[in-house]
């Protein structure tokens, strides 16, 4: 169930899952260091922790999940930055809203907006790279 190829939405999201986690060590752990520890600002921060978890997540994902050979190498990460951007976007914005608007902590909300940008993430990925009217794969 963890390593054989398949296309079945509730494996590849459990294996999601669990690269998520990895990403997530890495992206949190670059947040707490720069934000808590360095005294960057908390939204700078927040974009240096994302693109190293992003990193991290293609790396992994494309062994473990989304398996395949692509047309193009350059497309297929120029793809998951573009998701991955829009991503971003909602993390930013929702760290903004729970932190500014709603007086919640900085690493809480960014524990919230993880949760968030993940499904994001998985589903935009398998839509819009990895499914029949979007596939970015070589046929085999």
Request: hydrophobic content about 55%; glycine content about 8%.
């Amino acid at each position: 169930m963890l390593i054989e190829k398949t296309n079945n939405t509730f494996v590849q999201l459990f294996r999601y899952g669990f690269v998520a986690v990895g990403a997530f060590a890495v992206d949190y752990g670059v947040y707490f260091l720069l934000s808590y520890i360095m005294g960057v600002q908390y939204l700078v921060a927040a974009l240096a922790g994302f693109l190293m978890g992003t990193a991290t997540n293609y790396l992994i994902s494309k062994y473990l999940v989304f398996q395949g050979e692509p047309k193009s190498r350059t497309f297929e990460v120029l793809l998951v930055f573009l998701i991955s951007g829009v991503g971003l976007l909602w993390l930013e914005l929702g760290l903004y809203a729970l932190t500014e608007i709603y007086g919640i902590h900085y690493l809480l909300s960014k524990l919230i907006m993880t949760g968030v940008v993940f499904l994001w993430n998985f589903f935009a990925r398998k839509l819009f790279m990895y499914s029949r009217f979007f596939n970015i794969l070589k046929e085999d």
